[in-house]
């Protein structure tokens, strides 16, 4: 009798575990498809009134909302991938290699939500609404060009050179445009909800919910993981890097420039820094060794030791990097002529104070004003925002390695 009251009790319990689970499950699924709700709202509504608000067929001064800040909103819509992560995990619950996919994107996620609150804010603050943001700031009034359309420069901004009715100062812009201020508040949110995702991820694995893997789904996994950081490094280098080679051109001063020719020249020390981020390439390199030869524990070591070399160099360069354009950038009295985060035109401002850099003797564009160089130049931009990548790109080099372990896809004498 007791006996049976046992095994009653037992099974009870059984099918209370499966419920909890099956409502556990069924509620992530819900979260999930908010999230892409969420998600879809964001790519239908703020993002597609940025790019086309300014169209003007009827030459109405309206503001310029291109450049580099598109890279915040890049973070922003990276935030797609978490309930699709959320999703695949669910298909196959127990799995232990999807549940960590989820975690390392929702760590991601909460990284790049916060790069894109930081940047947001302080694009906000420091180059919204001022004569010299029309090329590169995305949050400008759509009122902008009512004040600044015939501001030196910014000739080729504005649709229309016809003041507004009525007119508009400065102090009537107020703050950002709708769009740029829901990226503010956005930004936020998705920071919340990544951290949920993560508490999430917590449960499944503290509950014992996700603990079955497989040495193949283990290696497809480090297999993308390979070629997208493969991907993304080669971007850097057969991409970013030209750009920031030849943007300007390479002064030849010995073959003369002709009268109004702008150029810069980028080559200097400043140049270490980038040749420094070249050795990203030393952990991927380890990573596929490890994958290939993995009866050792040479190899697993080997990556670990050249990721941590590799972020440590990143980081240099990632502080050095913030050092210039805080303080280098532009600016002829510090050696700025050969900085390479100068604007394309920057001779076209300072070429008399600056003749043995500067081909042009004259301004780029005769009896034209040209607006005051003041952004560092966008190819610049895009490698300062590509040693982030590479700082995250580490970091998940040496998430991967210890995984991989767990994973008995790396070898290693202590059972993880």
């Known amino acids: 009798m007791s006996l049976n009251r046992l095994e009653t009790s037992a099974?009870?319990?059984?099918?209370?575990?499966?419920?909890?689970?099956?409502?556990?499950?069924?509620?992530?699924?819900?979260?999930?498809?908010?999230?892409?709700?969420?998600?879809?709202?964001?790519?239908?509504?703020?993002?597609v009134n940025s790019v086309w608000e300014n169209e003007s067929p009827q030459e109405l001064p309206v503001s310029y909302r291109g450049g580099i800040l598109w890279y915040i909103i890049f973070f922003i819509i990276i935030n797609g991938l978490l309930p699709l992560s959320l999703l695949f995990l669910v298909t196959q619950p127990n799995s232990l290699i999807r549940a960590d996919l989820h975690l390392i994107i929702a760590w991601l996620c909460i990284v790049f939500s916060a790069i894109a609150f930081i940047g947001i804010t302080l694009v906000y603050l420091f180059w919204c609404n001022t004569s010299i943001s029309a090329a590169a700031v995305a949050c400008n009034s759509g009122d902008w060009c009512c004040v600044f359309n015939t501001s030196p420069g910014n000739e080729n901004q504005c649709p229309s050179t016809t003041p507004c009715n009525p007119p508009k100062t400065r102090e009537d812009l107020g703050g950002s445009n709708g769009e740029w201020?829901?990226?503010?508040?956005?930004?936020?949110?998705?920071?919340?909800?990544?951290?949920?995702?993560?508490?999430?991820?917590?449960?499944?694995?503290?509950?014992?919910?996700?603990?079955?893997?497989?040495?193949?789904?283990?290696?497809?996994?480090?297999?993308?993981?390979?070629?997208?950081?493969?991907?993304?490094?080669?971007?850097?280098?057969?991409?970013?890097?030209?750009?920031?080679?030849?943007?300007?051109?390479?002064?030849?001063?010995?073959?003369?420039?002709?009268?109004?020719?702008?150029?810069?020249?980028?080559?200097?020390?400043?140049?270490?820094?980038?040749?420094?981020?070249?050795?990203?390439?030393?952990?991927?390199?380890?990573?596929?060794?490890?994958l290939v030869v993995n009866d050792t524990s040479i190899t697993p070591t080997a990556h670990q030791i050249c990721a941590v070399a590799a972020a440590l160099v990143t980081l240099a360069s990632f502080i050095y990097f913030i050092g210039i354009l805080v303080f280098k950038t532009n600016n002829y009295l510090l050696a700025s002529p050969l900085s390479i985060s100068n604007n394309e035109r920057y001779c076209c401002e300072y070429f008399g104070s600056n003749p043995d850099i500067c081909p042009n003797t004259t301004p780029c564009i005769a009896g034209t004003s040209v607006r005051m160089v003041a952004n560092p130049s966008d190819a610049f931009l895009k490698v300062f925002i590509a040693s982030v990548g590479f700082l995250v790109n580490v970091t998940f080099h040496l998430v991967l390695n210890n995984r991989m372990k767990k994973y008995k896809v790396f070898y290693s004498p202590i059972d993880l």
Not at 15 to 43: G, H, P
């Open 181 to 290: 201020s829901q990226y503010f508040w956005l930004s936020l949110a998705l920071i919340a909800v990544s951290l949920f995702h993560w508490l999430i991820n917590r449960v499944i694995h503290a509950t014992g919910l996700a603990s079955a893997y497989t040495a193949r789904e283990a290696k497809i996994f480090a297999a993308v993981f390979l070629l997208a950081s493969a991907g993304f490094f080669f971007w850097f280098i057969g991409i970013l890097v030209v750009n920031l080679n030849f943007l300007c051109g390479y002064p030849l001063l010995e073959g003369g420039a002709g009268v109004g020719t702008y150029t810069c020249t980028l080559y200097s020390w400043d140049y270490w820094f980038i040749w420094l981020l070249f050795l990203n390439a030393l952990p991927l390199v380890a990573f596929g060794a490890a």
């Open 11 to 47: 099974l009870t319990r059984e099918e209370q575990i499966r419920r909890d689970s099956f409502r556990f499950l069924v509620s992530v699924v819900v979260f999930a498809w908010i999230n892409i709700i969420f998600w879809f709202y964001i790519m239908g509504f703020p993002m």
